[in-house]
């Protein structure tokens, strides 16, 4: 290694190889795919609430995958089923997540539809969950002494709620809980979706090895 | 079904490429058809006669005449480099601490978006990799360069035009994420309008560095230039392709995202740190590394298998199981470049235990020297299906970043200061006893900021695959281990104040050795 020309070649033709393999690759794979059916572009309103969500880093403490059975139970406390590729079609920056400090949020719309309930737990999520450790949003929300007739007043247990005068959500409110309302996926599941079965791979391993060793005794 | 059997026979070709290449390595050293780097190579770090460079009270360090032209030439680069970089350390630091305290005491910054979790956190990241890390490596590659290939640092104009442009681009890039401005993917938040700002910055560091490389005056590239020369391509490039708006979306977009988060780790933090340690370790011992021939092949299969981990960030996720596979078989594959480091960095410790109590600098470097072998094991292991189903979604996997970017890297670089500052500005530290504090500070703070969220995050994954039991029960197990966090996070930022204090301290200095001045001004 006495060279730079060749040492540098080298390692950037490596880099040129796991781009290949780690972006080209499975990007044609994925474009491929497309939307999956039925599944609807974001609307403006909903497009806006994303900004917020994205501006603000829920992705920070939020997943947007929830996981097969054969890996998980998310199905079973109601995050909806296993996500696949051409369920995130419109999705741009994605919001997958790495993180789950909080709950997946990917079919949040489903369990929570409360405009009523998402506002209240956006301005203070200890007046609904005494345990949760959520940040509190309350910039997103203006305090006045009475309510204009558009004005969406948010419910609050006496507690959190102040002295005097109503809590109304800000534009940005309404729209963040717009785009949680359209976390649903209520199209039905694609049947050959795109995403990893490794873990369904291993288990029908181990049924079959389960049954192999039933069948010689 | 067609296209999954082709995908397939692509993962196992990406796998065989990559083995081949390796065995192919192997098979030339073996038999002699490359020259293979020996203990000759090994020993190009010193000059002919030179012993420990420890700073010992009984061995002050010394100052090599013959190379003054070379320190003069770097000092000023390295030394700016060096305050920006322990700045974003501070600043990163602070915020670090700040949003781990939000963890378990959400309503105590709640007033304004600026200092929301989502925001401290994404500040805190970016500030740390970007501004410490980075900047604090570049340091080592600038010292290190020019010391083995016995030339001057070249084009030191254009090296501070970069570090202007890279710490605006910076600064620019915090404030906006702090402000809500986001490019909203992990790593790559800063917006890409401003990342073109970065990217001049770090474009200006390429030239000098390949001139300096042109200009040698060594037959043989030292191991620490092939880690330097190979990561001061690779990140620009990556950065320059991963920032580019608006090619990718969904899904695409997501394993776009976790190839370049996973190699700037890899590809350009990995490679600074095991470079500098590499340089560090026997320079300050004085003596060679123990197998000069394994650092090759550790450098290339650290090449072509950390390129390609990335995607085991999206196990069990909406992606091509080809492609998991193939970043689960990558990061298990590790384990040989790792082995490979740690046989040469740690048996050299090992056979020269006198030298830790002698060098403080020593201690840090060959602690983080340690910890990244511990890491990359942790991330091997993390990576099989199995355990990744518990650990995926958990602090865990924070806990393991840390012991990367943390224990490792940052350690790593801190040792690197404490050892180039002296030698840079012909001062003694002020306070000495400080650095040792600086030292239990960090190893103490950071083994109560690991083991807490490691067992934490543990339990957390548990009780997320457990159906039985609420979500809330996830959350509320993890509290104490949330403060242990800032416990440990609160003494590792300690360690770092008195860092600070040391740095200021010794810019107010006199010069302590007359004969070294002397020496620089006559070598120029």
Known sequence: MNRYLPLAITALAILALATLFLVIAPGMQISAQGPTSGLKPYTEAEARGREVYVSLGCLYC??????????????????????????YAYDAPHQLGTMRTGPDLMDIGDRMPSQAWQLTHLYQPRAISSWSIMPAYPYLFTHKDKAGPDDVVVKLPAKYAPKSGVI???QDALDLVKYLQGMTRQYAPPKDGLRDNGYALIAEKQREATDATKASN | MQITETLGLLLALSFVISLLALTILIWAIANKQVHTPDADDARTIFEPGEGADTDAPNDPHHFNAARAGIDASSSSVVMWLIAAAVFWLIYGSLHGLAASLELHLPDLMSGTAQMTFGRMRTVHLNSVAYGWASQGGLAAVCWILPRIFRTELRMTGLL??????????????????????????????????????????????????????KHRNVHHIYVSGWYFLAA??????????????????????????????????????????????????PKIIGKPVYSYALSLVGFWALALFYSQVGIHHLIGGPVPTWLVTLSVVHSVMMFVPVIAVAINQHVTVAANLWALKESIPLRFISFGAVMYTLASFQGSIEALRSVNTITHFTHYTVAHAHLGAYAFVSLVLMGVIYQVVPRATGKYWPFPRMIAWHFWLNVIGFAIYFFSLTIGGVLQGLAQLDATKPFADSVTLLKPYLEGRSLGGGLMTLGHVLLVINLIAIGFAKKTRETETENMVAAE
């Open chain 1, 62 to 87: 939020h997943s947007q995958q929830p996981r097969s059975l054969a890996q998980a139970p998310d199905a079973e406390r109601g995050w909806g089923r296993a996500s696949v590729a051409g369920d």
């Open chain 1, 168 to 170: 109304v959500a800000k």
């Open chain 2, 160 to 213: 501070k035009t970069g570090i202007v442009l890279w710490n605006i681009g910076l600064a620019a890039g915090v404030f906006a994420i702090a402000n809500g401005w986001t490019d909203g993917l992990e790593w790559l938040e800063i917006p890409w309008q401003i990342d073109i700002v970065l990217a001049a910055g770090a474009a200006c560091f390429v030239a000098p560095l390949i001139a300096t490389a």
């Open chain 2, 232 to 281: 001061v391509l690779w990140f620009p490039v990556l950065f320059v392709i991963a920032n580019i708006p608006g090619v990718h979306h969904g899904v695409e977009q997501a394993t776009m995202n976790w190839w370049y988060a996973h190699n700037v780790l890899g590809l350009w933090l990995t490679p600074l740190g095991v470079g500098a340690a590499y340089y560090f370790i």
